[in-house]
């Protein structure tokens, strides 16, 4: 067990998820401003999707614009 900054112990998995979602929630921003910068319609969707789905979304955008190179 970590022990938090209040005394209590929290399980190891808690601060792992929370870095986890941390990462996922990153990369939706990531996907959305990128999407966005490219002038997609689509870009909340992406965001939205990425979030709920993780990794399927992100394989897919990446596998769509591999030819467009970066968005500026």
Do not use: C, Q
């Amino acid at each position: 067990m970590v022990p938090f900054a209040s005394g209590v112990d929290l399980p190891w998995s808690l601060p792992l998820t929370l870095v986890i979602y941390g990462i996922v929630v990153a990369v939706a921003v990531w996907i959305y401003r990128d999407a966005k910068a490219r002038g997609s319609d689509r870009a909340v969707l992406w965001f939205l999707a990425t979030l709920v789905f993780t990794i399927v979304p992100v394989l897919v955008y990446m596998y769509l614009n591999r030819e467009a190179g970066p968005a500026r």
